[in-house]
Nanobody, 128 residues
Framework: QVQLVESGGGLVQAGDSLRLSCAASGRSSSIYNYGMAWFRQAPGKGREFVAAINWIGEKTFYADSVKGRFTISKVAAELTVYLQMNSLKPEDTAVYYC???????????????????WGQGTQVTVSS
């Protein structure tokens, strides 16, 4: 069974940076063949796609709202996905979730229903 654990959230000021981590555990074949993504959910709002990456290859995919400010990356040997967040804005305040796509070898996907394993989330708060 795959488990995802996020860390790295916190309270920062607008313009600051944070790096989130998502550590995956479980059978490697249940991890490496699947895409990974970050989503976020602000109070009173639905879950929003942030960025996605595959373990194999270098392709990434970003929401327009974070493009140019956030960078998703991975260290396959550590089974860890990162989200580097720069130039943070108050509207980036949310709980950030890491997720594993439900289908193997698929294209990078922004739809939350395409992901079946989720972490517990880490809170990011950006003050103005």
């Amino acid at each position: 069974q795959v488990q995802l654990v996020e860390s790295g959230g916190g309270l920062v000021q607008a313009g600051d940076s944070l790096r989130l981590s998502c550590a995956a555990s479980g059978r490697s074949s249940s991890i490496y063949n699947y895409g990974m993504a970050w989503f976020r959910q602000a109070p009173g709002k639905g879950r929003e796609f942030v960025a996605a990456i595959n373990w194999i290859g270098e392709k990434t995919f970003y929401a327009d709202s974070v493009k140019g400010r956030f960078t998703i990356s991975k260290v396959a040997a550590e089974l860890t996905v990162y989200l580097q967040m720069n130039s943070l804005k108050p509207e980036d305040t949310a709980v950030y979730y890491c997720a594993r796509r439900s289908r193997q070898f698929g294209v990078l996907d922004s739809r939350s229903y395409e992901y079946d394993v989720w972490g517990q989330g880490t809170q990011v708060t950006v003050s103005s």
